[in-house]
Nanobody, 120 residues
Framework: VQLVESGGGLVQAGGSLRLSCTAS????????MGWFRQAPGKEREFVAG???????DYADSVRGRFTISRDNAKNTEYLQMNSLKPEDTAVYYC???????????????WGQGTQVTVSS
Protein backbone atom coordinates (compact mmCIF):
# COMPACT_ATOMS: atom_id res chain seq x y z
CA VAL A 1 0.00 0.00 0.00
CA GLN A 2 1.27 3.42 -0.94
CA LEU A 3 -0.24 6.68 0.22
CA VAL A 4 0.83 9.95 -1.34
CA GLU A 5 -0.18 13.29 0.14
CA SER A 6 -0.10 16.68 -1.49
CA GLY A 7 -1.38 20.19 -0.89
CA GLY A 8 0.55 21.40 2.12
CA GLY A 9 2.21 24.79 2.31
CA LEU A 10 2.46 28.13 4.05
CA VAL A 11 -0.68 30.16 4.67
CA GLN A 12 -1.64 33.10 6.85
CA ALA A 13 -4.01 32.69 9.76
CA GLY A 14 -7.59 32.65 8.54
CA GLY A 15 -6.60 31.16 5.21
CA SER A 16 -7.39 27.82 3.62
CA LEU A 17 -5.57 24.79 2.27
CA ARG A 18 -6.75 21.56 0.71
CA LEU A 19 -4.83 18.34 1.25
CA SER A 20 -5.14 15.26 -0.93
CA CYS A 21 -4.12 11.67 -0.35
CA THR A 22 -4.20 8.94 -2.98
CA ALA A 23 -3.90 5.26 -2.13
CA SER A 24 -2.47 2.66 -4.48
CA UNK A 25 -1.20 -0.87 -4.34
CA UNK A 26 -2.87 -3.56 -2.24
CA UNK A 27 -5.69 -1.61 -0.70
CA UNK A 28 -8.87 -2.55 1.06
CA UNK A 29 -11.94 -1.96 -1.04
CA UNK A 30 -13.88 -0.47 1.85
CA UNK A 31 -11.16 1.00 4.03
CA UNK A 32 -11.43 3.83 6.50
CA MET A 33 -9.28 6.82 5.55
CA GLY A 34 -7.95 9.15 8.17
CA TRP A 35 -5.89 12.29 8.61
CA PHE A 36 -3.49 12.81 11.49
CA ARG A 37 -1.06 15.57 12.32
CA GLN A 38 2.08 15.93 14.37
CA ALA A 39 3.54 19.18 15.62
CA PRO A 40 7.15 19.42 16.87
CA GLY A 41 7.49 17.87 20.28
CA LYS A 42 3.95 16.54 20.30
CA GLU A 43 2.36 13.18 19.68
CA ARG A 44 0.63 12.36 16.44
CA GLU A 45 -3.05 13.19 16.82
CA PHE A 46 -6.22 12.32 14.98
CA VAL A 47 -7.70 15.10 12.87
CA ALA A 48 -10.48 13.53 10.82
CA GLY A 49 -11.58 10.24 9.31
CA UNK A 50 -14.12 9.00 6.83
CA UNK A 51 -15.61 5.54 6.22
CA UNK A 52 -16.11 4.13 2.73
CA UNK A 53 -19.86 4.71 2.92
CA UNK A 54 -19.58 8.33 4.04
CA UNK A 55 -20.10 10.20 7.25
CA UNK A 56 -17.14 11.68 9.03
CA ASP A 57 -15.32 11.87 12.33
CA TYR A 58 -13.55 15.01 13.52
CA ALA A 59 -11.35 16.06 16.38
CA ASP A 60 -12.98 18.75 18.50
CA SER A 61 -10.18 21.15 17.64
CA VAL A 62 -11.03 21.15 13.92
CA ARG A 63 -14.75 20.48 13.84
CA GLY A 64 -16.54 23.23 11.93
CA ARG A 65 -13.34 24.36 10.20
CA PHE A 66 -12.09 21.23 8.44
CA THR A 67 -14.03 19.00 6.05
CA ILE A 68 -12.98 15.51 5.04
CA SER A 69 -14.23 13.87 1.86
CA ARG A 70 -13.30 11.01 -0.43
CA ASP A 71 -13.61 9.90 -4.03
CA ASN A 72 -13.79 6.13 -3.91
CA ALA A 73 -13.33 5.74 -7.66
CA LYS A 74 -9.97 7.47 -7.33
CA ASN A 75 -9.01 5.99 -3.94
CA THR A 76 -8.42 9.55 -2.85
CA GLU A 77 -9.36 11.46 0.27
CA TYR A 78 -9.30 15.20 0.79
CA LEU A 79 -9.04 17.49 3.77
CA GLN A 80 -10.37 20.99 3.21
CA MET A 81 -8.98 23.23 5.93
CA ASN A 82 -10.57 26.63 6.45
CA SER A 83 -10.08 29.34 9.08
CA LEU A 84 -6.60 28.01 9.75
CA LYS A 85 -4.89 28.95 13.00
CA PRO A 86 -1.20 28.98 13.94
CA GLU A 87 -1.87 26.01 16.22
CA ASP A 88 -2.83 23.98 13.14
CA THR A 89 0.83 24.07 12.10
CA ALA A 90 2.07 20.47 11.82
CA VAL A 91 3.04 17.70 9.46
CA TYR A 92 -0.19 16.15 8.20
CA TYR A 93 -0.34 12.45 7.44
CA CYS A 94 -2.98 10.33 5.79
CA UNK A 95 -3.51 6.76 6.88
CA UNK A 96 -5.81 3.86 6.07
CA UNK A 97 -7.07 0.80 7.87
CA UNK A 98 -9.90 -1.65 7.63
CA UNK A 99 -12.02 -0.39 10.54
CA UNK A 100 -12.39 3.11 11.99
CA UNK A 101 -10.01 4.25 14.66
CA UNK A 102 -8.77 7.54 16.06
CA UNK A 103 -5.62 5.96 17.48
CA UNK A 104 -2.45 6.46 15.46
CA UNK A 105 -0.92 3.32 16.94
CA UNK A 106 -3.61 1.20 15.28
CA UNK A 107 -2.66 2.27 11.76
CA UNK A 108 -0.09 0.42 9.68
CA UNK A 109 -0.31 2.25 6.37
CA TRP A 110 0.87 5.87 6.34
CA GLY A 111 1.73 8.54 3.83
CA GLN A 112 5.02 10.43 3.93
CA GLY A 113 3.45 13.56 5.38
CA THR A 114 3.00 17.09 4.12
CA GLN A 115 3.94 20.23 6.03
CA VAL A 116 1.27 22.79 6.85
CA THR A 117 2.50 26.06 8.32
CA VAL A 118 0.10 28.77 9.45
CA SER A 119 1.63 32.16 10.16
CA SER A 120 0.08 34.64 12.57
Amino acid sequence: VQLVESGGGLVQAGGSLRLSCTASGRIFSRHYMGWFRQAPGKEREFVAGIPYSGGADYADSVRGRFTISRDNAKNTEYLQMNSLKPEDTAVYYCAVRWVPSTLATEYVYWGQGTQVTVSS
